[in-house]
């Protein structure tokens, strides 16, 4: 059975073919990099991805802080996240870089501050 | 055009060897470059209030995968220019809202201390880009509150922490339309639809992927939105399928009970100030005419990034400022560039290239789009008769500029130069 990927690792978005027979993957093709065997060997798997978001800053020059994910998450994970992201509440000065939630809802990525946010 | 001693009657003139319009990615990068290139006597003029442009907003990671190897969201990209600005001290003012410009680079802007007039050897102009409206789009309809342009509601969600709306439509499948729809759905909104009137996507392919596919978003090309209904706000619209020519075809209707609808139809370069003073335009990237210099009509006149041809990545705006940063600091330190004789055709397939006019004495970057999705073809550069340059793609789609470099030694001092995609 062939599947289709388009591969998100970067903006070339190649279009990665993979061969499976009998849940065994026979061959990929269509990678322009070894990085696009990896992400469709992820999405047979575990399929993973970050997201960003912004956390609540008080008495700040802007009303929220900008923050990611450090690694990917699983996708079954990513509302969950979204929950515990939705809790956080800042106080003003915020830098980019500080860790808000580390291994976030007990995965190996953190969530980061990415925009530095001064007092009002 | 507004003679000089008018323009400057009740203000001293401040002299730069630059000015750099906008602090957005392209004014950084080109800023540091021209420092480097050892222009100290310049300054970057930026309306708002904090440096960085769009990618203030542009909360998403993906950016600087090409330049710095790691997946940065926009403002630790923009930073990261800001950071190197600061570092070396070159002067930029916030607040400051450039309103006119000359032919003789005359640079007038409204800033906190006032009205200000700049006398530059060189401006750079770096001002992005804007979105296209409803307006420009005339969608028949009630005018309620709810239709926001995707910059516009992104600026709501990641600087003010304000939600545009629950139940949303999108029309245009623009990376930022996507990436919007994303967001909505990740604050809890349901959206129902992306619509997009061309038989393609405007957006990247692993935008549709990661923003639209992830999270069950139904995209349906050929369809757009024919009627907007609502009184104070919006409470619905009426889609239609279309046909070739891109007219709704009847019978086709389809009704969407939503309180938003984002618009991500194409982005314009904000070309206010080039039409003001004249610099002549591409109606086909509504930004300057360039040389390889990335010089305008207007000699000392320079531009780049979104201003100049819209992007699909900032890494490819940073490369291009820094380039164009070369060239002016050439033209303030030699008082010219090499003269661009030498006019860029689109030919078949193509739809826009940058620049327009080389000399055919120096190796060029062409940037360039199709017209439509290709499989397997070759972009072609021909020079009286002969191939100057060729490249091969596995495929190209408009959604993605495709960029090369044209080697001077293939080219003639004299004679057009036709760009063509043709399918292998």
Same mark, same amino acid.
């Given at each position: 059975m062939k599947r289709k990927f388009t591969c998100i690792v970067c903006p070339n978005g190649c279009e990665i073919e993979a061969d499976i027979e009998k849940d065994q993957v026979v061959s990929i093709t269509g990678q322009g990099c070894p990085r696009g065997r990896q992400y469709v060997l992820q999405e047979l798997t575990a399929p993973a991805r970050t997201i960003a978001s912004s956390v609540l800053v008080r008495g700040g020059?802007?009303?929220?802080?900008?923050?990611?994910? $450090?690694k990917p998450v699983p996708k079954d994970m990513i509302f969950h996240v979204m929950d515990a992201?939705?809790?956080?509440?800042?106080?003003?000065?915020?830098?980019?870089? $500080?860790?808000?939630l580390r291994g976030v809802c007990g995965t190996d990525s953190d969530v980061i501050v990415t925009k530095n946010v001064p007092a009002a | 055009m507004i003679a000089e001693k008018e323009f400057c009657a009740d203000t001293e003139l401040i002299r730069k060897d630059a000015v750099i319009i906008g602090a957005g990615p392209a004014g950084l990068a080109a800023a540091v470059q021209l420092y480097k290139q050892g222009i100290r006597d310049l300054v970057i003029l930026e309306r708002e209030e904090e440096p960085g442009g769009i990618l203030r907003q542009c909360i998403h990671d993906g950016f600087g995968l090409g330049r710095f190897g790691e997946s940065l969201s926009g403002p630790e990209y923009a930073r990261i220019f800001i950071d190197e600005v600061e570092k070396l001290g070159i002067p930029y003012?916030?607040?400051?809202?450039?309103?006119?410009?000359?032919?003789?680079?005359?640079?007038?802007?409204?800033?906190?201390? &006032?009205?200000?007039?700049?006398?530059?050897?060189?401006?750079?102009?770096?001002?992005g880009c804007k979105e296209r409206t409803r307006g420009a789009l005339g969608i028949p309809g009630e005018r309620p509150a709810g239709v926001f342009t995707a910059g516009t509601a992104q600026a709501y969600m990641n600087l003010y922490n304000r939600m545009p709306g629950r139940e949303v439509v999108i029309l245009g499948s623009g990376d930022i339309g996507m990436i919007m729809a994303r967001r909505l759905t990740l604050e809890g909104a349901h959206v129902q639809a992306v619509l997009e009137i061309m038989p393609y996507?405007? &957006?990247?392919?692993?935008?549709?992927?990661?923003?639209?596919?992830?999270?069950?978003?139904?995209?349906?090309l050929r369809h757009t939105v024919t009627c907007i209904h609502g009184?104070?706000?919006?409470?619905?619209?009426?889609?239609?399928?279309?046909?070739?020519?891109?007219?709704?075809?009847?019978?086709?209707?389809?009704?969407y009970s939503c309180d938003t609808l984002i618009l991500s139809v194409g982005l314009i370069?904000?070309?206010?100030?080039?039409?003001?003073?004249?610099?002549?335009?591409?109606?086909?990237?509504? &930004?300057a005419v360039v040389d390889e210099n990335l010089q305008t009509s207007i000699p000392g006149v320079f531009s780049a990034g979104n201003v100049l041809h819209v992007h699909d990545l900032v890494d490819f705006v940073s490369l291009e400022a820094e380039a164009l940063a070369r060239h002016a600091a050439e033209y303030i330190q030699k008082g010219d560039v090499p003269h661009c004789g030498l006019d860029i055709l689109c030919g078949d397939g193509i739809g826009h290239t940058v620049p327009q006019k080389v000399s055919g004495e120096r190796n060029f970057n062409l940037s360039l789009r199709v017209r439509k999705p290709m499989r397997g073809c070759r972009?072609?550069?021909?020079?009286?008769?002969?191939?100057?340059?060729?490249?091969?793609?596995?495929?190209?789609?408009?959604?993605?500029?495709?960029?090369?470099?044209?080697?001077?030694?293939?080219?003639?001092?004299?004679?057009?130069?036709?760009?063509?995609?043709?399918?292998?």
């Open positions: 020059v802007l009303p929220v802080a900008s923050v990611r994910l $450090t992201i939705r809790n956080v509440v800042l106080t003003a000065p915020v830098s980019a870089g $500080t860790v808000v | 003012e916030t607040g400051a809202a450039v309103t006119r410009l000359t032919k003789d680079r005359l640079v007038q802007a409204v800033t906190r201390k &006032g009205l200000r007039t700049y006398q530059a050897k060189a401006v750079i102009l770096a001002m996507p405007a &957006g990247l392919p692993r935008n549709i992927l990661q923003c639209l596919d992830d999270y069950n978003i139904p995209l349906y009184k104070s706000r919006l409470t619905g619209v009426t889609a239609a399928q279309v046909d070739g020519q891109r007219r709704p075809i009847p019978g086709t209707e389809k009704e370069p904000e070309n206010k100030l080039l039409e003001d003073a004249g610099i002549v335009i591409d109606p086909k990237t509504h &930004g972009i072609v550069v021909r020079q009286n008769g002969r191939e100057a340059a060729v490249k091969t793609m596995k495929k190209a789609i408009p959604a993605e500029m495709i960029q090369f470099q044209v080697p001077a030694g293939k080219l003639d001092r004299s004679g057009a130069l036709e760009v063509s995609a043709e399918e292998l």
